[in-house]
């Protein structure tokens, strides 16, 4: 799996976020860094195909993407558990029982709490469950693990950590997540306008 940015320029109003940039990534683990402002957010949904007012091409080789933020993914008055299993339904995933024990872990048992009562983080828990119970080729995760508790981001890590062998994975965090995540993460850079493996940052 690989992302390839051919020759691509993103404005927002007066602001430069990409420069004629020509950037390749490969299957990994990234953490996608930057000053705030810079343009991380912007970047990840140009990947996801969710902004494309831009001059370029960006080339995505995989079919399964998965894009997640900080909105929460719920309905009311369903249950987490309703709610989960709207989620995989609409995406056409059927669970192992593994699979299963595994989110049930991540929930820490709490599957039948009524949406509308949860918290912000187990609402969180809702869009991130997907990374658990299914092969994505590209996952793309802006802030959405920063509500949740260490023990659930432990679980994710661990997970992202095994998927990169064949996806690519990056991410965009302000806070100090996990370091098995961090440690196993090589750093993007966006500054100035242009996609670094160097921090090019004065």
Known sequence: MSIEFKGCTKKFKEKTILSNVNFT???????????????????????????????????????????????????????????????????????????????????????????????????????????????????LIDEAMSTIDSESIKILSERLITLSNKATIIYVSHSMINKELIDNSRAIYIEKGELSWENIQS
């Open 25 to 139: 990534i490969q299957k990994g683990l990234y953490h996608l860094k930057g000053r705030n402002g810079a343009g991380k957010s912007t970047v990840l949904r140009m990947i996801a195909g969710l902004d494309k007012k831009y001059l370029g091409q960006i080339a995505v080789s995989g079919n399964s993407i998965l894009y997640l933020n900080v909105d929460p993914i719920g309905i009311r008055p369903f249950t987490i558990r309703e709610n989960l299993e709207i989620l995989w339904n609409t995406f056409n995933i059927k669970l192992s029982e593994e699979q299963l024990s595994k989110v049930d872990e991540f929930f820490d048992g709490n599957l039948d709490i009524s949406y509308s009562k949860a918290s912000t983080g187990m609402k969180a828990k809702i869009g991130l469950s997907l990374i658990l119970v299914k092969d994505w080729e590209v996952i």
